[in-house]
C-alpha cells in the first residue's frame, strides 16, 4: 500500500489537473458560442447563394461554360485536410486523418497526391509522408477569416483551371451539436451538378444584368470561396465543442480518481494509526511484564 505522502502527491496532482480541465472547458464553450454564432449565419447565406446558382446555371441552357465544373479524367488530386491547431480535442483530428488516409487508399487509389493541409496537426501529420505538400496555408486559424480563407480557396480554384489538378476533395468536421461533429469527404471541385435544380428551375423567374453568362461567371468563384469559407468555420465551430466536451469528460474522470485516492488515503492513514496503536500497545504491555 501506498504510504501517505505518495498518496497526497496525487491527490494534489489531481486537483490541480482538475482546475486546469475545467478552466479549459469554460474557455472553450467562450469561444464555442462565438464560432457557433459565426456558423449559424454563414449557412443560410451559402444556402441562398448555392440555391441561386443552381438554378441560374440549370436554366442557362448551355449559354455559359462553367469552367470550375469541368470534368477530366482524374490523375492528380488536391486534399484539403481541415484539422486544428492545437490537440486536446479527442478524437477530432484523428478523424480527419483516418478519413484522409481512407481517401487515398480507396477513391484515390494511384492518383498523384497533393496534400494542402489547413492547421498545424494535419501539418504535422503528412508532412513526414511521401506526399507534395502545399504549407502556405497552415496556420490560417491563427488568423482566421474570410480573406485568409479565400486565398486558400483561389489557390485551388487557380491549380484547378491551370490543370495541376483533376479533382480538390476538401475533408472537415460539420458541426452538429456539442457533443456530435460529422466527417464529410467533399468534392470541392469540379462543382458537383445539382440534378434537383432543374426541377426547381420553373419556380424560380430571375431577371439578369447584364447577362445570364456573365451572371454565372460572377457567382460560381463568390460560391466556391463561400462553400470554402463555411467548411472552415464548420471545423472551427466542431474544434471547440470537441475541446469541451473532451475536457468535461476529463474534469469528471478526474472527479471519480479523487474519490479513490481519498478513500485511498483515508484507509492508509488508519492503517497508520492502528499500526502506532499497535506499537504503543505493545510497547507498553512489554514494560508492564518486565
Do not use: W
Not at 496525487?10 to 464555442?32: D, F, G, W
Not at 460572377?218 to 474544434?239: C, G, H, M, R, W
Amino acid at each position: 500500500m501506498a504510504n501517505l505522502k505518495e498518496v497526497k502527491e496525487r491527490i494534489t496532482s489531481v486537483v490541480s489537473t482538475q482546475q486546469i480541465t475545467k478552466a479549459m472547458k469554460m474557455v472553450s464553450a467562450a469561444k464555442l458560442r462565438r464560432a457557433q454564432d459565426k456558423i449559424t449565419q454563414m449557412r443560410p447565406y451559402s444556402q441562398k447563394l448555392t440555391q441561386i446558382l443552381n438554378n441560374v446555371s440549370a436554366a442557362s441552357e448551355g449559354a455559359a461554360d462553367i469552367i470550375f465544373a469541368e470534368k477530366r479524367e482524374v490523375k492528380n488530386v488536391l486534399i484539403i485536410p481541415v484539422t486544428s491547431d492545437k490537440g486536446l480535442c479527442g478524437a477530432f483530428n484523428t478523424n480527419i486523418i483516418k478519413a484522409v488516409n481512407l481517401a487515398i487508399a480507396g477513391q484515390f487509389a494511384g492518383k498523384n497526391i497533393t496534400i494542402l493541409p489547413i492547421g498545424k496537426k494535419a501539418f504535422e501529420a503528412f508532412k513526414k509522408r511521401d506526399f507534395n505538400m502545399v504549407s502556405e496555408y497552415s496556420q490560417l486559424f491563427q488568423d482566421l477569416s474570410f480573406e485568409n480563407a479565400r486565398s486558400a480557396a483561389e489557390f485551388a480554384m487557380n491549380a484547378f483551371v491551370a490543370g495541376e489538378f483533376d479533382q480538390v476533395a476538401l475533408v472537415y468536421n460539420e458541426f452538429k451539436n456539442v457533443a456530435t461533429q460529422e466527417v464529410h469527404v467533399e468534392q470541392f471541385l469540379p462543382m458537383a451538378k445539382d440534378d434537383s435544380a432543374e426541377e426547381k428551375t420553373a419556380d424560380t423567374d430571375y431577371i439578369l444584368e447584364p447577362s445570364r453568362a456573365y451572371i454565372i461567371e460572377e457567382l460560381v468563384p463568390t460560391s466556391l470561396k463561400i462553400q470554402f469559407y463555411k467548411a472552415v468555420l464548420e471545423s472551427n465551430a466542431s474544434e471547440h465543442g470537441a475541446r469541451m466536451t473532451a475536457m468535461d469528460k476529463a474534469t469528471d474522470n478526474a472527479g471519480e480518481l479523487l474519490k479513490e485516492l481519498r478513500l485511498m488515503y483515508n484507509r492508509t492513514r488508519q492503517a497508520a494509526i492502528t499500526n502506532e496503536i499497535l506499537e504503543i500497545v505493545s510497547g507498553a504491555n512489554a514494560l508492564g511484564g518486565k
